[in-house]
Protein backbone atom coordinates (compact mmCIF):
# COMPACT_ATOMS: atom_id res chain seq x y z
CA UNK A 1 0.00 0.00 0.00
CA UNK A 2 2.99 2.37 0.88
CA UNK A 3 4.76 1.83 -2.20
CA UNK A 4 1.53 2.17 -4.37
CA UNK A 5 0.85 5.88 -2.59
CA UNK A 6 4.64 6.69 -3.57
CA UNK A 7 4.07 5.75 -7.16
CA UNK A 8 0.98 8.27 -7.09
CA UNK A 9 2.35 10.69 -5.43
CA UNK A 10 5.48 10.30 -7.83
CA UNK A 11 2.93 10.64 -10.86
CA UNK A 12 0.66 13.70 -9.46
CA UNK A 13 4.29 15.33 -8.78
CA UNK A 14 5.44 14.71 -12.23
CA UNK A 15 1.79 16.22 -13.78
CA UNK A 16 1.97 19.59 -11.69
CA UNK A 17 5.70 19.78 -12.83
CA UNK A 18 4.99 19.49 -16.07
CA UNK A 19 2.51 22.26 -15.70
CA UNK A 20 4.69 24.43 -13.88
CA UNK A 21 7.32 23.62 -16.18
CA UNK A 22 5.86 24.74 -19.22
CA UNK A 23 4.60 28.09 -17.76
CA UNK A 24 6.84 30.88 -18.32
CA UNK A 25 7.53 32.67 -14.54
CA UNK A 26 6.64 29.68 -12.51
CA UNK A 27 9.72 28.70 -10.79
CA UNK A 28 9.95 25.66 -8.11
CA UNK A 29 10.80 27.69 -5.05
CA UNK A 30 7.50 29.63 -5.78
CA UNK A 31 5.40 26.79 -5.78
CA UNK A 32 7.28 25.01 -2.48
CA UNK A 33 6.56 28.08 -0.91
CA UNK A 34 2.82 27.98 -1.63
CA UNK A 35 2.76 24.03 -0.72
CA UNK A 36 3.87 24.82 2.42
CA UNK A 37 1.49 27.44 3.15
CA UNK A 38 -1.01 24.46 2.91
CA UNK A 39 1.12 21.71 4.31
CA UNK A 40 -0.96 22.05 7.60
CA UNK A 41 -4.18 20.97 5.27
CA UNK A 42 -1.85 18.64 3.17
CA UNK A 43 -0.24 16.61 6.46
CA UNK A 44 -4.44 15.91 7.68
CA UNK A 45 -4.92 13.61 4.63
CA UNK A 46 -1.43 12.46 3.69
CA UNK A 47 1.55 11.67 5.97
CA UNK A 48 4.97 13.76 5.12
CA UNK A 49 6.95 10.89 3.33
CA UNK A 50 4.07 11.39 0.76
CA UNK A 51 4.49 14.87 0.69
CA UNK A 52 8.17 14.71 0.04
CA UNK A 53 7.43 12.68 -2.54
CA UNK A 54 5.30 14.59 -4.57
CA UNK A 55 8.05 17.95 -3.75
CA UNK A 56 10.76 15.51 -5.67
CA UNK A 57 8.95 14.19 -7.87
CA UNK A 58 7.63 17.88 -9.20
CA UNK A 59 10.93 19.01 -8.82
CA UNK A 60 12.44 16.81 -10.85
CA UNK A 61 10.32 17.23 -14.01
CA UNK A 62 10.08 20.92 -13.52
CA UNK A 63 14.11 21.05 -14.50
CA UNK A 64 13.42 18.99 -17.12
CA UNK A 65 10.44 20.77 -18.78
CA UNK A 66 11.53 24.39 -17.90
CA UNK A 67 14.04 24.77 -20.77
CA UNK A 68 11.03 24.31 -23.16
CA UNK A 69 9.39 27.83 -22.59
CA UNK A 70 13.15 29.16 -22.00
CA UNK A 71 14.39 27.92 -25.83
CA UNK A 72 10.94 28.63 -27.26
CA UNK A 73 9.55 31.56 -25.66
CA UNK A 74 12.37 33.53 -24.60
CA UNK A 75 11.29 32.95 -20.98
CA UNK A 76 13.64 31.85 -18.67
CA UNK A 77 14.43 31.44 -14.77
CA UNK A 78 17.23 31.15 -13.26
CA UNK A 79 18.44 28.33 -14.05
CA UNK A 80 17.67 27.96 -17.82
CA UNK A 81 18.37 31.88 -18.61
CA UNK A 82 21.62 30.26 -19.80
CA UNK A 83 20.27 28.23 -22.08
CA UNK A 84 18.52 31.30 -24.62
CA UNK A 85 22.47 31.76 -25.89
CA UNK A 86 22.91 28.49 -27.86
CA UNK A 87 18.97 27.76 -27.61
CA UNK A 88 18.09 30.32 -29.38
CA UNK A 89 20.81 30.84 -31.86
CA UNK A 90 19.72 26.79 -32.70
CA UNK A 91 16.21 27.49 -32.66
CA UNK A 92 16.64 30.05 -35.37
CA UNK A 93 18.50 27.46 -37.38
CA UNK A 94 15.62 25.11 -37.14
CA UNK A 95 16.74 22.77 -34.77
CA UNK A 96 14.71 24.08 -31.28
CA UNK A 97 13.83 20.25 -31.08
CA UNK A 98 17.43 19.21 -30.96
CA UNK A 99 18.17 21.55 -28.43
CA UNK A 100 15.81 20.96 -26.00
CA UNK A 101 17.17 16.89 -26.29
CA UNK A 102 20.34 17.90 -25.61
CA UNK A 103 19.09 19.58 -21.92
CA UNK A 104 16.65 16.07 -21.59
CA UNK A 105 20.28 14.05 -22.02
CA UNK A 106 21.90 16.08 -19.89
CA UNK A 107 19.57 15.78 -17.53
CA UNK A 108 19.52 11.81 -17.34
CA UNK A 109 22.98 12.03 -17.34
CA UNK A 110 23.27 14.03 -14.00
CA UNK A 111 20.61 12.38 -12.70
CA UNK A 112 23.18 9.07 -12.58
CA UNK A 113 25.93 11.60 -11.64
CA UNK A 114 24.10 12.68 -8.51
CA UNK A 115 23.24 9.59 -7.72
CA UNK A 116 26.54 7.99 -7.98
CA UNK A 117 28.26 10.97 -5.77
CA UNK A 118 25.56 10.86 -3.10
CA UNK A 119 27.69 8.23 -1.23
CA UNK A 120 30.98 9.79 -1.59
CA UNK A 121 30.02 13.11 -0.52
CA UNK A 122 27.56 12.24 2.47
CA UNK A 123 31.12 11.50 3.81
CA UNK A 124 33.18 13.98 2.34
CA UNK A 125 31.42 17.31 2.67
CA UNK A 126 30.93 17.56 6.35
CA UNK A 127 34.71 17.63 6.27
CA UNK A 128 35.40 19.83 3.58
CA UNK A 129 32.58 21.91 3.58
CA UNK A 130 34.73 24.67 6.06
CA UNK A 131 37.37 25.01 3.43
CA UNK A 132 35.35 24.81 0.23
CA UNK A 133 32.82 28.04 1.98
CA UNK A 134 36.14 29.88 2.88
CA UNK A 135 37.98 29.34 -0.71
CA UNK A 136 34.49 30.18 -2.52
CA UNK A 137 35.04 34.11 -2.81
CA UNK A 138 38.14 33.59 -4.22
CA UNK A 139 37.26 31.40 -6.53
CA UNK A 140 33.91 33.52 -8.13
CA UNK A 141 36.69 36.28 -8.57
CA UNK A 142 38.89 34.72 -10.63
CA UNK A 143 35.68 33.19 -12.66
CA UNK A 144 34.17 36.63 -12.70
CA UNK A 145 38.13 37.86 -14.43
CA UNK A 146 37.47 35.17 -17.00
CA UNK A 147 34.33 36.15 -18.23
CA UNK A 148 35.16 39.52 -18.66
CA UNK A 149 38.93 38.63 -20.47
CA UNK A 150 37.57 36.32 -22.40
CA UNK A 151 35.61 39.15 -24.40
CA UNK A 152 37.35 40.84 -27.51
CA UNK A 153 35.31 43.90 -26.18
CA UNK A 154 36.63 44.02 -22.61
CA UNK A 155 35.45 47.52 -21.45
CA UNK A 156 31.25 47.15 -22.46
CA UNK A 157 32.11 43.96 -20.94
CA UNK A 158 32.98 45.03 -17.90
CA UNK A 159 30.43 48.13 -17.63
CA UNK A 160 27.57 45.07 -18.86
CA UNK A 161 28.89 42.96 -16.22
CA UNK A 162 29.18 45.84 -13.20
CA UNK A 163 25.82 47.29 -14.40
CA UNK A 164 24.04 44.11 -14.01
CA UNK A 165 25.97 43.15 -10.41
CA UNK A 166 24.67 46.69 -9.33
CA UNK A 167 20.61 45.66 -10.09
CA UNK A 168 21.60 42.43 -8.77
CA UNK A 169 22.97 43.50 -5.55
CA UNK A 170 20.06 46.49 -4.74
CA UNK A 171 17.20 43.43 -6.33
CA UNK A 172 18.87 40.65 -3.93
CA UNK A 173 19.62 42.64 -0.61
CA UNK A 174 16.90 45.59 -0.15
CA UNK A 175 13.77 43.14 -0.23
CA UNK A 176 11.92 45.46 -2.22
CA UNK A 177 10.23 42.76 -4.17
CA UNK A 178 8.90 39.19 -3.56
CA UNK A 179 10.26 36.44 -5.90
CA UNK A 180 13.34 39.06 -6.97
CA UNK A 181 14.61 36.66 -9.60
CA UNK A 182 11.17 36.41 -11.45
CA UNK A 183 11.78 40.05 -12.79
CA UNK A 184 16.03 40.13 -12.63
CA UNK A 185 16.41 37.11 -15.14
CA UNK A 186 12.67 37.83 -17.23
CA UNK A 187 14.41 41.32 -17.73
CA UNK A 188 18.28 40.34 -18.52
CA UNK A 189 17.70 37.34 -20.68
CA UNK A 190 13.86 37.21 -21.22
CA UNK A 191 12.26 40.04 -22.47
CA UNK A 192 15.17 42.27 -23.91
CA UNK A 193 15.64 39.16 -26.58
CA UNK A 194 12.08 39.06 -26.86
CA UNK A 195 12.06 43.16 -27.49
CA UNK A 196 15.38 42.51 -30.35
CA UNK A 197 13.19 39.93 -31.99
CA UNK A 198 9.86 42.32 -32.44
CA UNK A 199 12.19 45.27 -33.93
CA UNK A 200 14.52 42.82 -36.01
CA UNK A 201 11.23 40.76 -37.07
CA UNK A 202 12.90 37.57 -36.87
CA UNK A 203 11.09 35.10 -38.10
CA UNK A 204 11.18 31.53 -37.02
CA UNK A 205 12.21 28.83 -39.77
CA UNK A 206 10.21 25.52 -39.99
CA UNK A 207 11.91 23.21 -37.67
CA UNK A 208 13.29 19.65 -38.17
CA UNK A 209 12.31 17.17 -36.00
CA UNK A 210 15.86 15.56 -35.63
CA UNK A 211 18.51 15.03 -33.05
CA UNK A 212 21.91 17.40 -32.85
CA UNK A 213 25.48 15.17 -32.84
CA UNK A 214 27.48 16.22 -30.15
CA UNK A 215 31.09 13.82 -30.35
CA UNK A 216 31.25 11.42 -27.35
CA UNK A 217 34.25 12.95 -26.40
CA UNK A 218 33.17 16.54 -25.50
CA UNK A 219 30.07 14.67 -23.73
CA UNK A 220 32.22 13.07 -21.30
CA UNK A 221 34.17 16.16 -21.15
CA UNK A 222 31.17 18.52 -20.13
CA UNK A 223 29.69 16.01 -17.71
CA UNK A 224 33.30 16.15 -16.33
CA UNK A 225 32.46 19.96 -15.87
CA UNK A 226 29.25 18.85 -13.92
CA UNK A 227 30.68 16.37 -12.06
CA UNK A 228 32.90 19.27 -10.19
CA UNK A 229 31.11 22.41 -10.72
CA UNK A 230 27.98 20.94 -9.29
CA UNK A 231 29.33 19.79 -6.12
CA UNK A 232 31.16 22.83 -4.80
CA UNK A 233 27.37 24.96 -5.37
CA UNK A 234 25.85 22.62 -4.41
CA UNK A 235 26.69 22.94 -0.33
CA UNK A 236 27.10 26.92 0.04
CA UNK A 237 24.77 29.68 0.58
CA UNK A 238 23.67 32.04 -2.05
CA UNK A 239 24.88 30.08 -5.12
CA UNK A 240 23.39 27.57 -7.54
CA UNK A 241 22.93 26.10 -11.14
CA UNK A 242 23.53 29.13 -12.47
CA UNK A 243 26.93 30.11 -11.55
CA UNK A 244 27.39 26.35 -11.05
CA UNK A 245 26.97 26.34 -15.60
CA UNK A 246 29.33 29.88 -15.15
CA UNK A 247 32.14 27.51 -13.38
CA UNK A 248 32.29 24.80 -15.36
CA UNK A 249 32.30 26.88 -18.45
CA UNK A 250 35.34 28.75 -17.08
CA UNK A 251 37.34 26.00 -16.93
CA UNK A 252 38.07 25.33 -20.54
CA UNK A 253 35.52 26.20 -23.28
CA UNK A 254 33.05 24.22 -24.59
CA UNK A 255 30.70 24.30 -27.88
CA UNK A 256 27.26 25.62 -27.58
CA UNK A 257 25.59 22.17 -28.11
CA UNK A 258 27.73 20.61 -25.25
CA UNK A 259 26.57 23.70 -22.90
CA UNK A 260 23.24 22.92 -23.30
CA UNK A 261 24.02 19.23 -22.29
CA UNK A 262 26.18 21.19 -18.84
CA UNK A 263 22.96 23.44 -18.44
CA UNK A 264 20.47 20.26 -18.24
CA UNK A 265 23.18 17.94 -15.85
CA UNK A 266 23.57 20.71 -13.30
CA UNK A 267 20.06 21.93 -12.81
CA UNK A 268 19.29 17.67 -12.11
CA UNK A 269 22.81 17.65 -10.03
CA UNK A 270 22.37 20.52 -8.23
CA UNK A 271 18.39 19.97 -7.29
CA UNK A 272 19.23 16.57 -6.28
CA UNK A 273 22.70 17.50 -3.97
CA UNK A 274 20.07 20.13 -2.31
CA UNK A 275 18.32 16.91 -0.51
CA UNK A 276 22.40 15.08 0.31
CA UNK A 277 22.98 18.41 1.88
CA UNK A 278 19.77 17.97 3.90
CA UNK A 279 21.20 15.00 4.88
CA UNK A 280 24.64 15.07 5.42
CA UNK A 281 25.24 19.00 6.83
CA UNK A 282 21.15 19.93 7.39
CA UNK A 283 21.67 23.04 5.48
CA UNK A 284 19.54 22.55 2.39
CA UNK A 285 20.31 24.95 -1.04
CA UNK A 286 17.09 25.28 -3.13
CA UNK A 287 13.74 25.50 -1.88
CA UNK A 288 12.29 22.20 -2.56
CA UNK A 289 14.99 20.52 0.02
CA UNK A 290 14.04 24.04 2.36
CA UNK A 291 10.54 22.47 2.36
CA UNK A 292 11.00 19.04 2.87
CA UNK A 293 13.75 19.83 5.58
CA UNK A 294 10.74 21.60 6.99
CA UNK A 295 8.23 18.71 6.48
CA UNK A 296 10.41 16.20 7.80
CA UNK A 297 12.80 17.16 11.07
CA UNK A 298 14.76 14.64 11.26
CA UNK A 299 15.44 13.88 7.40
CA UNK A 300 17.82 10.50 7.59
CA UNK A 301 18.84 7.67 5.71
CA UNK A 302 15.18 6.59 4.59
CA UNK A 303 13.99 9.37 3.47
CA UNK A 304 17.08 10.53 1.26
CA UNK A 305 16.84 6.93 -0.71
CA UNK A 306 13.11 7.35 -1.35
CA UNK A 307 14.17 10.58 -2.28
CA UNK A 308 16.70 9.50 -5.01
CA UNK A 309 14.26 5.92 -6.11
CA UNK A 310 11.95 8.82 -6.53
CA UNK A 311 14.09 11.00 -8.55
CA UNK A 312 15.49 8.18 -10.70
CA UNK A 313 12.23 7.12 -12.31
CA UNK A 314 10.65 10.50 -12.31
CA UNK A 315 13.55 11.41 -14.25
CA UNK A 316 13.01 8.83 -17.04
CA UNK A 317 9.55 9.17 -17.35
CA UNK A 318 10.38 13.20 -17.11
CA UNK A 319 12.56 12.59 -19.84
CA UNK A 320 9.71 11.55 -22.53
CA UNK A 321 7.23 13.89 -21.78
CA UNK A 322 9.40 16.42 -22.38
CA UNK A 323 10.63 14.90 -25.98
CA UNK A 324 7.01 15.03 -26.62
CA UNK A 325 6.28 18.52 -26.00
CA UNK A 326 9.17 19.43 -27.59
CA UNK A 327 8.24 18.16 -30.77
CA UNK A 328 5.12 19.57 -30.38
CA UNK A 329 6.16 23.16 -29.39
CA UNK A 330 8.62 22.29 -32.89
CA UNK A 331 5.53 21.61 -34.97
CA UNK A 332 3.71 24.81 -34.02
CA UNK A 333 6.17 27.39 -33.51
CA UNK A 334 7.18 28.27 -37.22
CA UNK A 335 3.57 28.76 -37.86
CA UNK A 336 2.52 31.43 -35.50
CA UNK A 337 3.23 34.70 -36.62
CA UNK A 338 6.97 35.37 -33.86
CA UNK A 339 6.43 39.33 -33.43
CA UNK A 340 2.97 38.73 -32.07
CA UNK A 341 4.39 35.61 -29.77
CA UNK A 342 6.73 37.76 -28.47
CA UNK A 343 4.34 40.50 -27.62
CA UNK A 344 2.01 38.04 -25.96
CA UNK A 345 5.02 36.35 -23.75
CA UNK A 346 6.32 39.94 -22.47
CA UNK A 347 2.40 40.85 -21.98
CA UNK A 348 2.03 37.73 -19.78
CA UNK A 349 5.58 37.79 -17.80
CA UNK A 350 4.51 41.91 -17.15
CA UNK A 351 1.54 40.13 -15.56
CA UNK A 352 3.05 36.91 -13.77
CA UNK A 353 5.53 39.73 -12.63
CA UNK A 354 3.23 41.95 -11.00
CA UNK A 355 1.15 39.54 -9.17
CA UNK A 356 3.94 37.22 -8.11
CA UNK A 357 6.14 40.47 -7.27
CA UNK A 358 4.23 43.51 -7.19
CA UNK A 359 4.23 46.62 -8.58
CA UNK A 360 8.14 47.45 -7.85
CA UNK A 361 8.97 44.87 -10.02
CA UNK A 362 7.76 45.84 -13.21
CA UNK A 363 10.76 48.76 -12.53
CA UNK A 364 13.22 45.93 -12.54
CA UNK A 365 11.89 44.25 -15.30
CA UNK A 366 12.15 47.24 -17.43
CA UNK A 367 15.86 47.76 -15.86
CA UNK A 368 16.96 44.32 -16.49
CA UNK A 369 15.46 44.32 -19.99
CA UNK A 370 17.26 47.73 -21.37
CA UNK A 371 20.62 45.85 -20.27
CA UNK A 372 19.82 43.11 -21.87
CA UNK A 373 19.39 44.91 -24.74
CA UNK A 374 22.01 47.36 -24.16
CA UNK A 375 24.31 43.76 -24.07
CA UNK A 376 23.21 42.70 -27.61
CA UNK A 377 23.95 46.39 -29.26
CA UNK A 378 27.53 46.51 -27.65
CA UNK A 379 28.23 42.92 -28.85
CA UNK A 380 29.05 41.47 -25.37
CA UNK A 381 28.32 37.80 -24.69
CA UNK A 382 25.01 37.82 -22.82
CA UNK A 383 26.77 35.48 -20.15
CA UNK A 384 28.68 38.46 -18.78
CA UNK A 385 24.89 39.39 -17.25
CA UNK A 386 25.66 36.81 -14.76
CA UNK A 387 27.38 39.64 -13.01
CA UNK A 388 23.68 39.65 -11.65
CA UNK A 389 24.61 37.11 -9.51
CA UNK A 390 28.08 37.36 -9.11
CA UNK A 391 28.68 40.64 -7.67
CA UNK A 392 25.90 39.97 -4.98
CA UNK A 393 27.36 36.64 -3.91
CA UNK A 394 30.96 38.03 -3.57
CA UNK A 395 29.33 40.63 -2.05
CA UNK A 396 27.68 38.64 0.11
CA UNK A 397 31.09 36.80 1.70
CA UNK A 398 33.08 40.05 2.13
CA UNK A 399 30.08 41.92 3.64
Known amino acids: MFFIEILLASLIGVFFGVICGLTPGIHINLVSIILFSISSFLLGITSPIILMVFIVSMSISQCFLDFIPSIFLGAPDENTALSILPGHKLLLEGKGYGAIKLTAIGGL ?22 SITKIMPLLLILISLSLIMSEEKIFPAIFIFIISGILGFIVLNFGIVNEPLLPLFTGLFGTSLLTISIF ?32 LVSFLPGVGSSQAAVIANAFGKISEKAFLILLGAINIIVMILGFVALFSINKPRTGSAVIVGKLISEFGLIPLLICLAVALLVGGISFVICLFFARNFAKLISRINYQKLC ?18 SIIILITGTSIGILCSKLGVKKINLMGCLLIPVILYYFI
Do not use: R
Not at 111 to 122: E, W
Not at 203 to 231: A, H, M, R, Y
Not at 344 to 360: D, F, M, P, W
Open 109 to 130: FGLLIAIALTPFLIFVVPIIYP
Open 200 to 231: EKVKIPEQKIVSIDVSKKEIVKTLIKSLFSSP
Open 343 to 360: LSIILIVTIICLIVSGLL
